[in-house]
């Protein structure tokens, strides 16, 4: 069974930064693309960052140059880590695994969600 754990959410203040960790379990995590999504109050989920199997990266507009995706696959770990964030960076922010090594694939498996909060 396959099962995603994040960690490092939090209250942060504005232009300060965060690193989200999502460590999976249960399949061979190198093999496959994964992401971060985020949710916010009365928003539908947005995929915030991709990172493919080889490690090509995508970006929302809204977090490029400020957000950086990373992966470590002998931890089957992906990073988020999250600079110069803004109150509107405040959201519910899930790790995703896809079912493919491709971020063209679609979204297998979600993490539980941990809160970033940035105040003003």
């Known amino acids: 069974q396959v099962q995603l754990v994040e960690s490092g959410g939090g209250l942060v203040q504005a232009g300060g930064s965060l690193r989200l960790s999502c460590a999976a379990s249960g399949r061979t995590f190198s093999a496959y693309a994964g992401g971060w999504y985020r949710q916010a109050p009365g928003k539908q989920r947005e995929l915030v960052a991709g990172?493919?199997?080889?490690?090509?990266?995508n970006y929302a507009s809204s977090v490029k140059g400020r957000f950086t995706i990373s992966r470590d696959n002998a931890k089957n770990t992906v990073y988020l880590q999250m600079n110069s964030l803004k109150p509107e960076d405040t959201a519910v922010y899930y790790c995703?695994?896809?079912?493919?090594?491709?971020?063209?694939?679609?979204?297998?498996?979600w993490g539980q969600g941990t809160q970033v909060t940035v105040s003003s």
């Open positions: 990172i493919n199997s080889y490690a090509l990266t």
């Open positions: 995703a695994l896809y079912s493919g090594s491709s971020l063209y694939t679609k979204v297998e498996y």
